[in-house]
């Protein structure tokens, strides 16, 4: 069974930035799509960005030119470089992955598609 770990949360102050890292392992497969997802406090979770195994990558229009997704095949990682942070941005934020590919911007940010989670990492933008 496959597992995602989040780390690089924290608090910051609005303008900060940070680096949200989520380890895969255990999966079948280390293609396919991997996206970020937020749950801000009070509402619904959200998707933020996801990329193909290729490189390709889409955003929510909320944190377009402020968040940049990476993943860095050989290591099975998934990264989330977030800078400018505003505090809207304070929610949980979740990886997650689907061996099969991100495919266009709606079908990779619907959280139904994706069959496994990580845990979530905290993050906190103070005005």
């Known amino acids: 069974q496959g597992q995602l770990v989040e780390s690089g949360g924290g608090s910051v102050q609005a303008g900060g930035s940070l680096r949200l890292s989520c380890a895969a392992s255990?999966?079948?497969?280390?293609?396919?799509?991997m996206s970020w997802f937020r749950r801000p406090p009070g509402k619904e979770r959200e998707g933020v960005a996801a990329?193909?195994?290729?490189?390709?990558?889409y955003y929510a229009g909320s944190v377009k030119g402020r968040f940049a997704i990476t993943r860095d095949n050989a290591k099975n990682t998934l990264y989330l470089q977030m800078n400018n942070l505003e505090p809207e941005d304070t929610a949980m934020y979740y990886c997650?992955?689907?061996?099969?590919?991100?495919?266009?911007?709606?079908?990779?940010?619907?959280?139904?598609?994706?069959?496994?989670w990580g845990q979530g990492t905290q993050v906190t933008v103070a005005s």
């Open positions: 997650a992955t689907d061996q099969r590919g991100c495919i266009n911007s709606d079908y990779a940010l619907a959280e139904k598609r994706y069959p496994y």
């Open positions: 255990g999966f079948t497969y280390n293609s396919g799509c």
């Open positions: 990329i193909n195994f290729s490189g390709s990558s």
